[in-house]
Structures are given as C-alpha cells and as structure tokens.
C-alpha cells in the first residue's frame, strides 16, 4: 500500500469516528448541531470575503504601484564619453532594478496585469539590443559587446521556467548583459570613437525608426475597421520604448562626437530630429485609441505616434547623406 494510499485510509478512519461521536454523544443536542453549522457557515463566509477583497487589493494596488513607464531625458545626462554606452547600461540598470523588471512576471505577481508598462520595457530592451549590435559591428574584436549582444538576445518573457523546464530569467540574462556593457565601457576600445563611425550609428537610429514605422502602418491598415483594438496599447508602447532609447543616443552624439556638432547644418538636423521624437514621446493618452483614419469622433494615436517617428526618420535620412 503506498504512502497516499495509508494516508487517505487513515483520514477516513478518523473523519468516520468523528461523525460516529456527532451521532451518539448525548450533549451533542440540535442546538449545538445548529450552532457548529453557523460556525462553519460564518468561518468559510468570513474566509471567502477575505480571499475576494485581498485579491480585489492586491492586483490593483500592487499594480499601481509597480507601473511606470519613465521617459526621463534627464538620464545619464552628465556623463562623458562613451555616453551612449553609458546610458544604454544606466537605462537598463534602471528598468531591472531600480523599476520592476515586468514583461516575464508570472500570474502570482500584481504586475503580471500591467500591459503598458511591459510593452514599454519590452520595446526599450529590443532597442538595446539592436544598438548594441550595431556597436559590435564597429568594434567586431569586442568579447564584452559580442557577450552584451548575445545576452540581451535572449526572448523578453521568460521567468524561471520555459517549455516546462527550468531557465534563467530574461531579467538574470540582461543583467549580465549590462554588466557587460560595463565591462566594454572601462575598456580602452569604447574611447575610440571617431568620425568614420558616425554614419553608422545614425543608420542604425533611422532603420529603427522606419522598422517602427512600417509595423504601425501595418497594424493600422490591419485593423482600422475594429471597433476595440485590443493591440493597440502594446504596439504604442513597444515603439514608445524604442523611440525613447533612440531619442536618447541622439542626444548623446553630442558628447561621442563633439567635432560633428561644430558644423551649424549637421546640429540643426540631429536638433530637429530629436525635437520630432520629443512630440511622439509627449503623446501620452488614457486610453491609446486605434480609430480610422477617415473618423471624426475618435483618434488614432499610432498615426500620430508614426507620423512623428516618420519625420525625424526622414530628417535622419537626410543627415546620413549630408555627412556622404
């Protein structure tokens, strides 16, 4: 006989000598029966009321709590050079510890309910990685980039397990991830910085840029006859994520490549561009609304979203052929 099998056994010997006693004891009278019933009663009442309001608190108030979605161009703002990998390692070390690490939680956590705020985190970490891999592409002999990009390559959703099977966490991977960028950033390699590899690194921004562009075209042309777009908030907050950490690295030029910015027509377009991300950063709606273009009762705030990112992207178009 196994283990649960003597266990079971031994409860139902024990439950049947309890309702032998309820049935023979003779102080056990019908009042008393009435009176251990609306003990019951009133026990599991109390219990389940309890249950319903620590849920009905929980995920909302731990949710409040944990939400934000920050778009502070005040970040790293100091620092010198190399800034740009300064503050793809500042931004990451912010949004892993110092804010909630959000799109992997599972559903035992108040922030598993978040939708905006691990949209947005998702976005911000896809843009690391596409710079990051940039970087690598200019210093190809780095073992810290080439360990940066491949971590933060890891899939943005995975908690402790993935399949069923025991994993790092995508918060564990990026976290390693920015030690590294920390590591290339002491290096002697991250000071090299020189005006051939400007071109490069504001390609990478606009190809950013149009790729965000062309999937809110999409999704618009996909969905403008829905009444609820329930997509919608999730796509205007994973671009809002990349447009934020590119907004970023264009202020950050300024610092890696001061003798760029003493021409007056290259600055004016790196100012115009960023002035461009500043307006799609600055939408910030209670509900993001998805509506037809052609409506006049509702707006569609990934037109104007895309509408920005399209302008500074052509801005930074011009710019690249400018420095040709």
Request: glycine letters at 4%; one cysteine or more; charged letters at 25%.
């Amino acid at each position: 006989m196994s283990f649960l099998q003597k266990t079971c056994k031994a409860v139902g010997l024990f439950s049947g000598k309890i309702k032998l006693y309820l049935k023979s004891s003779q102080s056990f009278t019908p009042y008393a029966k009435q009176q251990l019933k609306d003990f019951v009663v009133k026990w599991w009442g109390w219990v389940l009321a309890g249950t319903v309001l620590f849920i009905l608190f929980y995920y909302p108030a731990g949710a409040l709590v944990t939400h934000r979605v920050d778009l502070s161009m005040a970040l790293n703002d100091g620092a010198a050079a190399p800034k740009a990998v300064s503050t793809l390692e500042a931004l990451g070390s912010r949004e892993l510890n110092r804010n909630i690490y959000t799109p992997n939680l599972p559903f035992f956590y108040p922030g598993a309910v978040l939708d905006n705020m691990p949209a947005f985190q998702t976005g911000v970490f896809s843009e690391i990685k596409d710079f990051t891999k940039t970087l690598l592409t200019l210093k190809p002999d780095s073992a810290e980039l080439s360990r940066a990009a491949e971590l933060f390559s890891y899939p943005p959703d995975v908690w402790y397990f993935k399949d069923g099977k025991p994993a790092k966490s995508s918060a564990a991977q990026y976290k390693e991830a920015v030690a590294a960028l920390n590591a290339y950033k002491k290096s002697s390699r991250s000071l090299e910085l020189s005006a051939d590899e400007l071109p490069a690194v504001i390609r990478s921004l606009r190809d950013s840029l149009k790729r965000e562009g062309e999937r809110i075209e999409n999704h618009i042309v996909k969905n403008e006859k829905k009444f609820f777009d329930w997509q919608a908030d999730d796509l205007f907050y994973f671009v809002k994520g990349r447009a934020y950490v590119i907004a970023l690295l264009l202020r950050d030029m300024k610092t890696d490549f001061p003798a760029a910015f003493e021409d007056e027509t290259f600055k004016n377009m790196v100012d115009e561009a960023q002035i461009s991300l500043q307006k799609a950063l600055d939408i910030q709606p209670l509900i993001v609304s998805n509506a037809s273009p052609q409506t006049q009762f509702a707006p569609n705030h990934l037109l104007g979203l895309g509408f920005y990112l399209s302008r500074a992207q052509s801005v930074l178009t011009e710019t690249e052929a400018y420095l040709q």
